[in-house]
């Protein structure tokens, strides 16, 4: 029988079955996805083969993933969602603030993986106006880059409307840092989902998990893959030298090194660098590049990024 992952809660995962009807399904505790060691191997959004005991057997070939490193297990991977059409990042520059590390983070994973992504600005309604100039200026910073994004305010309803003709059939996977408002937003776009919200811990500026597992909400038209807040986004199974052409504009500078094999970190001829002198790349991002190259170092994983 198949059917399609719709929600996982650690241990158990529903399984909407091509026939209908939902069932609760489990995997062996040996079951693993050849080539890759994750503490999820069975993921939202996944397409599977069930047995007739509720055993999922088999996970048909994914088109693509979004994976960050596990948190607690350095040499594994946690996979957010599966087979999704785009992702919507919901950051915010206030209560709390989204660093631009793990925004960067975030976009070049989704760069490996060929998800496209928008960046949504949520909260505007709390913004003062240096934080609505600073907001305006990572704006203009990723639009320049080649990224969408949108401005709104999910408490109040602002821009929400103008989000629902790019989630038409599609799946949309969405994730930020705790305390950013995804449950807020889904309640906006799905009226009826009720999912519980919490406020922000005024100590630490920090937003409390709501969202406790993954699961697929449908839209009508199109699903919404909710997923818990994350911290950090350490990248995983990323090599050197690939991690260039993750991002756009850094690629586009390197094509102009002198050296085929430049890291773009202390080479002579670098285009990068030299971008990087003369504000073409922003400093924030060729910064994010520096951390990503740096992660080789199997303790930097730890860091909230």
């Known amino acids: 029988m198949k059917g399609l992952v719709i929600k996982n809660t650690g241990s158990w995962y529903t399984v909407s079955m091509d026939d209908g009807q939902l069932l609760n399904c489990k995997v062996k505790g040996n079951f693993r996805l050849k080539g890759i060691r994750s503490t999820n191997p069975v993921a939202v959004g996944d397409r599977v083969t069930v047995d007739g005991d509720g055993w999922i057997t088999d996970i048909s070939d994914r088109r693509n993933y979004i994976i960050r490193k596990s948190i607690n297990l350095s040499k594994q991977s946690h996979i957010l969602a599966a087979n999704v059409d785009q992702a919507l990042l919901v950051v915010t520059v206030s209560c709390p603030q989204t660093s631009t590390t793990f925004i960067d983070r975030f976009l070049a994973s989704a760069e490996a993986y060929r998800v496209p992504v928008v960046l949504v600005f949520n909260k505007t309604d709390l913004l003062d106006d240096d934080e609505r100039r600073y907001q305006q200026m990572m704006v203009t910073l990723y639009q320049t880059i080649g990224y969408e994004c949108r401005q709104i305010s999910a408490e109040r309803g602002d821009g929400v409307d103008e989000l629902r003709p790019l989630l038409e059939n599609k799946i949309t996977l969405l994730s930020g840092n705790s305390g950013v408002g995804k449950s807020t937003l889904i309640n906006r776009l799905v009226p009826g989902a009720n999912l519980r919200t919490a406020e922000i811990s005024e100590a630490h500026q920090a937003g409390q998990h709501t969202t406790t597992f993954s699961e697929m909400i449908s839209l009508g038209d199109g699903y919404l893959i909710d997923t818990p807040g994350i911290k950090g986004f350490g990248t995983f199974d990323m090599e050197r030298e690939e991690l260039t052409s993750y991002f756009k504009e850094i690629f586009e500078f390197s094509k102009q090194c002198r050296f085929s094999d430049c890291t773009h970190t ?40």
């Not at 504000?279 to 909230?304: C, F, P, V």
């Open 266 to 305: 202390h080479e002579p001829g670098c285009a990068v660098l030299k971008a990087v002198e003369d504000h073409y790349i922003a400093q924030s991002r060729y910064q994010s590049y520096l951390s990503m190259l740096d992660d080789k170092d199997e303790n930097k994983y730890r860091e909230a990024y």
